[in-house]
């Protein structure tokens, strides 16, 4: 079955580690992307793909960074610059050109201990 | 900038009640609009979309049109089950700027209970 596989389900990261959350989807899909979900405020877009070895910032990329090495592989590395990494992270993959949605992973939660 | 407002939840509904989750929308472009339902502890999967003035997404008996007049797309169902309880957002692509229909605006989700 196609689609986007994130892990691990469940993170937990000491206070001063970095940590990588990994994102694969075999859809063929050009475009990928990360969301980072807090209660009560949707979901924000702190990287984005859309081919391999090119990357942008989104809305809330402090703290964070990314690599598009291969085409099906999006890690994101959630850094000890990153103040408040508590969260729910998504990952998503789009066709650059022409289809008409997106579709996500099931999601990696992440709580600093 | 573009963005995506809500209506205030949670919302708590009876079983077969009708269902109304209000989504207005500012973009600079010609946006795509969808609506995502996220199960608890899961993704997000795609519920509906419209890609034009006028049209009209609809799936599992959700419906939202898409209203470029009053810059809405207004979640509904006629009757409401209990397992439609679930996270409900709003988003908005704008492609426009040559991105593609991932990189979508959220509105901040509404939280549907639906008790039998």
């Known amino acids: 079955d196609g689609g986007i596989t994130q892990s691990p389900k469940y993170l937990f990261r000491k206070e001063g580690q970095n940590v990588t959350l990994s994102c694969e989807q075999n859809?063929?899909?050009?475009?990928m992307y990360w969301y980072r979900q807090d209660p009560g405020q949707g979901l924000r877009l702190i990287y984005y793909s859309q081919i391999v070895n090119d990357f942008q910032k989104g809305d809330i990329a402090e703290g964070y960074s990314v690599s598009r090495e291969k085409k099906e592989s999006f890690p994101l590395t959630v850094t000890s610059a990153q103040k408040n990494p508590t969260a729910f992270y998504l990952c998503?993959?789009?066709?650059?050109?022409?289809?008409?949605?997106?579709?996500f992973g099931q999601g990696t939660r992440l709580t600093v201990v | 900038g573009n963005s995506v407002t809500q209506m205030e939840g949670p919302v708590t509904l009876s079983e077969e009640a009708f269902l109304t989750i209000n989504c207005t929308y500012t973009?600079?472009?010609?946006?795509?609009l969808f609506w995502y339902v996220q199960y608890p502890g899961e993704g997000l999967q795609l519920l509906l979309k419209a890609t034009k003035a006028d049209d009209k997404g609809s799936n599992k008996g959700f419906e939202a049109t898409y209203r470029k007049e009053t810059t809405s797309f207004h979640l509904e169902k006629g009757s409401v089950q209990v397992s439609d309880s679930a996270v409900y957002f709003c988003?908005?692509?704008?492609?426009?700027?040559?991105?593609?229909?991932?990189?979508?605006?959220f509105g901040q989700g509404t939280i549907l209970t639906v008790h039998p």
């Open positions: 998503a993959s789009s066709i650059r050109r022409g289809g008409t949605e997106a579709f």
């Open positions: 859809l063929n899909h050009d475009a």
């Open positions: 988003a908005l692509s704008d492609i426009s700027g040559g991105t593609s229909y991932g990189k979508l605006t």
């Open positions: 973009a600079t472009g010609y946006p795509s």
